[in-house]
DNA sequence: TTTTAATATTGCAATATTACGATAAAGATT
DNA sequence: AATCTTTATCGTAATATTGCAATATTAAAA
């Protein structure tokens, strides 16, 4: 025990749960957010920005670029990180798809 | 160590972050799923959809509860759970707002 | 080619999560 | 009241995550 029982589960949930755990620590989602907010995107900029040392910065971008949330590019001997938009995309419309769903059921038990 | 730093970080990405967090499991983007898919929602039909123990059911639905993605209200012995709204929305605007940002943004450099 | 700079990886300690059996709690049924 | 049903909680084992210092790696600069 211990392990979550991914076999169990279908593929679309599978996938889905897996961009929403990535994005489930507050660094990843500072890090989703700078990068957001820069033109230029480079590992060292992102290790100033968070209250983490640099080992722990770089296993944050290695997990969402795991999770296909972030690309990286080697530039020179700096890393160029920039957001994925379709991961994004995936994640809007999944949303978007169960408002709609939300809205048109009736029956609003709770 | 080991335990998140949350209080480094800002109100805005933890709280993104506890959202995102809750349905990093595929157990519980598939009881989101299953909520919105039945009219009657009482826990035990969602013990009976899963492949998991009712206790471990009982503990993510819990989390989901925690995090403000569901609601229970008591009815008779069992409890009626639905899917929070307002949560839903929070994610569907904040992904959007993303989406429109990166649209917006000329350098694409990876 | 040595040195410097930027990232990644390793090793490890602290903590959190996942899962489940057993049991508790509380309302419904008999 | 005794029993059944439904859900929650406790205890515990297995595993995963978080964080960092130390070290490795790799490319630029001197």
Same mark, same amino acid.
């Given at each position: 025990?211990?392990?979550?029982?991914?076999?169990?589960?279908?593929?679309?949930?599978?996938?889905?749960?897996?961009?929403?755990?990535?994005?489930?620590?507050?660094?990843?989602?500072?890090?989703?957010?700078?990068?957001?907010?820069?033109?230029?995107?480079?590992?060292?900029?992102?290790?100033?920005?968070?209250? !983490?040392?640099?080992?722990?910065?770089?296993?944050?971008?290695?997990?969402?670029?795991?999770?296909?949330?972030?690309?990286?590019?080697?530039?020179?001997?700096?890393?160029?990180?920039?957001?994925?938009?379709?991961?994004?995309?995936? !994640?809007?419309?999944?949303?978007?798809?169960?408002?709609?769903?939300?809205?048109?059921?009736?029956?609003?038990?709770?």
């Amino acid at each position: 025990m211990g392990a979550t029982k991914t076999e169990h589960f279908t593929g679309k949930h599978n996938s889905i749960a897996i961009l929403a755990k990535a994005l489930g620590h507050p660094a990843r989602i500072a890090i989703i957010e700078y990068l957001l907010s820069v033109e230029t995107c480079i590992c060292g900029d992102i290790v100033n920005e968070l209250p !983490l040392a640099q080992a722990t910065v770089s296993q944050h971008l290695k997990e969402l670029k795991n999770a296909g949330l972030i690309k990286g590019s080697i530039e020179g001997n700096a890393v160029c990180y920039c957001i994925d938009e379709k991961a994004i995309s995936r !994640l809007q419309t999944y949303f978007a798809n169960i408002s709609v769903k939300l809205a048109k059921k009736k029956t609003d038990c709770c």
